[in-house]
């Protein structure tokens, strides 16, 4: 496969996001071929269910018909990983823009939790990423219960290697311990974003969790 098919840390990022998935591990072959794929995920969904989002989640983004066989599903209480995998995945963004005004809500997820976020800012290209990053902290606090354990400090798009990146930095409070996030930016600028947040805090925010 060559690389408009993704590389394995592109598609642990996707499979990962799916409904009552807490991770996955992907390996691919000399020739770029996925032979196995492990998951793990929630009790409280069917095997053959995710099994067959995998497949659908890899078919729709890749255009690749995965064989069932090598995919494998390890589950566990959703009790026993509250504690260890507190992780909020990307859910979806909606935008309503004028000709100086942009207003972003952005949509998180955990297992069938969802939690939505806005922000509202000037339609210039650096202040819609802003507002996005902003709206998806937000969101992140309506998870809390409405405390605020982050801050953004800044969003930027970089190239490397031809690629483009968002990167995030995000101060963590009371100790304004700076974390960075970074997602490659194709195929969605505005989903990338989002996910760079949370590429920065998830791990904070696992802590916090055990904490509450």
């Not at 995919?71 to 909020?88: E, K």
């Not at 963004?93 to 972003?104: A, G, H, L, W």
């Amino acid at each position: 496969m060559d690389g408009q098919y993704g590389t394995a840390n592109d598609w642990q990022s996707l499979i990962s996001k799916l409904n009552g998935v807490y991770a996955a591990h992907v390996v691919f072959s000399e020739l770029q071929e996925p032979t196995e794929i492990h998951v793990l995920a929630s009790n409280r969904r069917n095997v053959k269910s995710i099994v067959r989002d995998v497949q659908s989640a890899v078919s729709a983004r890749y255009g690749i018909d995965i064989d069932y066989h090598i995919i494998s599903v390890a589950q566990v209480a959703s009790s026993i990983v509250s504690g260890i995998c507190f992780r909020l995945a990307y859910s979806g963004i909606s935008m309503r823009s004028s000709d100086k005004e942009v207003e972003v809500s952005v949509a998180l997820a955990r297992e069938d939790e969802r939690f939505t976020g806005t922000a509202v800012g000037s339609a210039i290209p650096f202040s819609r990423m802003r507002c996005i990053a902003q709206a998806t902290l937000d969101a992140v606090k309506a998870c809390t219960g409405g405390s605020s354990f982050f801050e953004l400090a800044s969003v930027e798009l970089i190239h490397s290697n031809g690629r483009a990146i968002v990167v995030s930095q995000v101060y963590c409070l009371p100790e304004n311990t700076p974390l960075i996030g970074c997602v490659y930016a194709d195929p969605d600028h505005d989903a990338a974003v989002a996910q760079s947040v949370l590429d920065a805090i998830n791990r904070k925010l696992e802590i916090y969790s055990q904490e509450a």
